[in-house]
């Protein structure tokens, strides 16, 4: 079988490198929309997105969140912030930030369904994306409560998950990676 909906789903690839035009207002918007018909625990909602398309603010990012991750114990975290170029967003010109509240049933759960449909619509436009959570660790540091005022991320909500968008500069891979074998039990 095959829809649209399903070539979405195969032929979306993790993009990092992005054309330095602004997405347009309605497609960021569909993108947005999209993330609010998610499914969620009880139909509790419990996303609040956080659209970044300021260049400044999208590079003190960056530079705070390489900050904190060079005090890790992480070899992957310390190999990343050790490249000049690296940033979090990959260049991208938006970024999105799906932060969750802390006092839902289940916020993760919630965002990460929010955070795929964003992906699938950015995808189903032609537009393309990448799922970054290292500016997730931001909110994690001695800068987290600054930030999240900066950002307008409102009380009692966390940020979660994080996308790049852009425009593609470059063909993503033509096939899908091989798919993990064995990782289907069918019990009838």
């Known amino acids: 079988m095959d829809n649209e909906t399903l070539r979405s789903i195969k032929n979306r690839r993790s993009l990092r490198s992005f054309e330095p035009e602004q997405l347009r207002d309605n ?51 310390l190999e990343m912030v050790q490249r000049a170029d690296f940033s979090i967003f990959h260049n991208a010109p938006s970024a999105l930030l799906v932060s969750g509240d802390t006092k839902a049933v289940m916020p993760e759960a919630d965002c990460a369904a929010a955070m795929q449909n964003i992906l699938l619509a950015a995808e189903s436009l032609g537009i393309g994306s990448c799922w970054v959570d290292t500016p997730v660790h931001l909110f994690n540091s001695e800068k987290a409560e600054q930030w999240k005022r900066e950002l307008g991320i409102p009380e009692g909500y966390k940020p979660l998950h994080a996308a790049c968008l ?7 891979a033509p096939e899908a990676p091989i798919r993990k074998e064995n990782a289907v039990n069918y019990i009838r």
């Open 166 to 172: 852009g425009y593609k500069s470059s063909a993503p």
């Open 27 to 77: 497609e960021l918007e569909t993108i947005v929309n999209a993330g609010l018909f998610a499914p969620s625990a009880v139909n509790q909602q419990s996303w609040h997105f956080t659209v970044i398309q300021n260049k400044d603010i999208m590079k003190r990012m960056s530079e705070d969140t390489k900050e904190y991750l060079k005090k890790s114990d992480n070899p992957h975290f």
